[in-house]
């Protein structure tokens, strides 16, 4: 049958009272279908005067070069690299959240994975972005394709993980993209089975003709499942080769084979602390308290407990290893990371990554809504600095003392990372605006087995034993969205 | 004869559609095709359908993307213009796997995908060919082909007795073009 019962002992995904299918494609359009209300005016405003920032910050960076940025010559990578490890990284919880969470039939992935997509697809616009302005001449970026000998040099080197990286990112952004979009056919169908006039022609085009039969289904079911098998070693490959830029170097502190699952890791950790930032505010400003529920919230800093616990383990392996190699240089590269001039970059990445994410394992602390969000930006500014502290401290001081220099970032280094924030948050309101951010299709397959309301009903019907409805209800109790008066009578 | 092209069963439910559809099929009413604004599991074995393929699609594609992948990469690195690094082999596979990795991914994805759309007839700008609006909203509509069917009176009754909210009968059988 379509509806198989779930277990009462599991926390419902849906919650509040007389939801209904139609009501679910209320709740969910109302900021597609209306006016934006001030809040997401506010929001645009500031972001769009960041992005802003963004084309005036990398236009000049395009027509002086990249000697506007802090470089030197020692310094090579700083800024610009950090940028693009750190989007990258954030994307990775998007495609965590579709993909690995639908292999593993995770039900709760199902109200998040539309805006945790987008939220892939721009990041990585952004993390793009860097990688074509540190270029120096961007308009020549098609050089790092194979092209034929005739466009003035050898065929690319694709022993070289920068070759790979090029293949990894635009195969992951163009694949993430197909897979949102077709995830997002019925919800756009919905929308224009609903629009007149201009809109219904706008989301006609886009619906690609949509209509729901039987066999439209069935393919799309399976086509969601392999796209969802085949991107979930996509997901890891990308961050891999991210690291194997660093990590078939021969610079200390980079040439070490912890590489790979450290930057995953690292990659998933801060992709669901920005998943956290942007659904805590998104759930709030668009009332999607019933759909994005503590249980989504709990779920997430619970991964952000396991994946910074991961990455904390990451980094005392490496000074474990600096030390036991006996190789001076590595030693002295980590000595200099924790004690040195760059000691405080050091020390804030431990602090955001390793020592504050800890202190959700406190219930209390990460079932509150501002607690997570201040542990989420936390936790972001923690992976910048992990990403600067790698690049920036292993390429200041190297082998040769004479050329040992400080960084210090231009006006435009800083101009060109405050921008690609405004331009990330530009795309992601639009996104909030133009489409829906919950995949309606696939909460409305959670109502008759997942809701509360299907729960509570079960319960009032007596088909469930005592005791385990008790716990059942006794578990509603951290939730933000059910009036605890409520459960008290359902327990009498 | 009537001009009524199709017959819509309207219901609320998956559950009572599910219902519906068996109590169509006792009646020997043969039915058209099934919108639904989620997908309903289990409704493709009561209605016959056979299992997609789309999997060996997927599985050819991305084969084609890994043979791709090898032989443009031995071309261009060990046949048209072997370089001399460090004395190492030409063919350094292993250097080669995350590319065709790569590719693998991306020509398997898009093909699989370009296959669906094609196969389903879904194209950007083409006309939805939808019977019921609300379809892909909160109804669960069973469409039968009038003509195909006789005694109407019949499937009205037996749509109703399995719970159908409404029954329609439609002279048009796209809604959407109006």
Known sequence: ?492 | MSNIKYILGHFEDPDDLMHGIDKLQEGNVSIYDVYTPMPIHGIEDKLGIRRSRLGRVAFCFGITGTVTAISMIWYMLVYDWPMNIGGKPHFAFPDFVPIMFELTVLFCAFGMVGTYFFVNHLAPGRAPRVMDLRATNDRFVVAIDAKENPYHDKIDNILKEAGAVEVKHNERKYVSYE
């Open chain 1, 1 to 492: 049958m379509s509806s198989h019962h779930e277990s009462i002992l599991r926390e419902p995904l849906v919650t509040g009272e007389n939801i209904t299918y139609s009501k679910v494609t209320e709740d969910i359009l109302v900021p597609v279908e209306n006016k934006p209300n001030k809040a997401w005016w506010i929001g645009f405003i500031v972001s769009a005067i960041g992005a802003g920032l963004w084309v005036f910050a990398v236009s000049w960076t395009f027509w002086f070069g990249v000697g506007e940025w802090g470089l030197n010559k020692t310094v090579g990578w700083a800024w610009d690299i950090t940028g693009f490890v750190w989007w990258v990284g954030i994307g990775h919880a998007g495609t965590l959240i579709s993909a690995v969470l639908l292999l593993f039939r995770q039900n709760w992935r199902n109200s998040i994975n539309r805006s945790a997509e987008a939220m892939t697809i721009f990041a990585v616009i952004c993390a793009a972005t860097y990688i074509i302005s540190h270029m120096g001449r961007p308009w020549m970026f098609y050089w790092a394709l194979p092209l034929p000998n005739q466009f003035g040099s050898l065929w690319v080197n694709f022993n070289s993980p920068l070759v790979w990286d090029v293949f990894a990112i635009s195969t992951y952004f163009s694949v993430s993209l197909v897979f949102w979009y077709t995830g997002l056919l019925p919800d756009i169908a919905t929308i224009r089975d609903r629009a007149t006039g201009l809109r219904r022609r706008i989301y006609s085009i886009l619906s690609f003709g949509w209509n729901g039969s039987v066999k439209t289904w069935q393919r799309f079911e399976l086509v969601s499942l392999i796209l969802a098998g085949v991107s979930t070693p996509l997901v890891l490959s990308v961050h891999t080769i991210v690291s194997m830029d660093f990590a078939t170097s021969l610079v200390p502190g980079w040439h070490t084979t912890i590489f790979p699952p450290y930057f995953v890791a690292g990659a998933i950790f801060s992709g669901f602390a920005m998943v956290q930032t942007l659904l805590l505010v998104t759930r709030k400003v668009m009332n999607f308290e019933n759909y994005i529920t503590m249980f989504h919230i709990e779920s997430m800093n619970k991964i952000i407990i396991l994946t910074g616990s991961i990455v904390g383990v990451a980094y005392l392996t490496e000074l474990f290893i600096a030390w036991y190699s006996g190789a001076e240089y590595e030693q002295y590269a980590f000595l200099n990371r924790v004690s040195g001039p760059y000691w405080w970059a050091y020390w804030t990445m431990m602090t955001c990554n390793v020592f504050t994410p800890q202190i959700f394992w406190i219930k209390k602390i990460r079932t509150s809504v501002a607690w997570s969000w201040i542990l989420s930006i936390v936790v972001n500014i923690g992976m910048w600095f992990e990403r600067f502290v790698i690049i920036v401290t292993s390429l200041h001081r190297d082998y040769l003392p004479s050329s040992w220099v400080m960084f210090y970032p231009s006006w435009v280094d800083v101009c060109v990372f405050i921008g690609s924030i405004g331009l990330f948050f530009t795309l992601f309101l639009l996104f909030l605006r133009v489409l829906p951010a919950i995949a309606m299709a696939e909460v409305k397959l959670l109502l008759k087995s997942s809701s509360d309301q299907a729960k509570r009903k079960l319960i009032r019907e007596g088909s469930v034993d005592k005791g385990e409805a008790d716990y059942y209800l006794g578990s509603l109790e951290k939730y933000d969205s059910i009036s605890p008066r409520k459960v008290e009578y359902e327990k009498v």
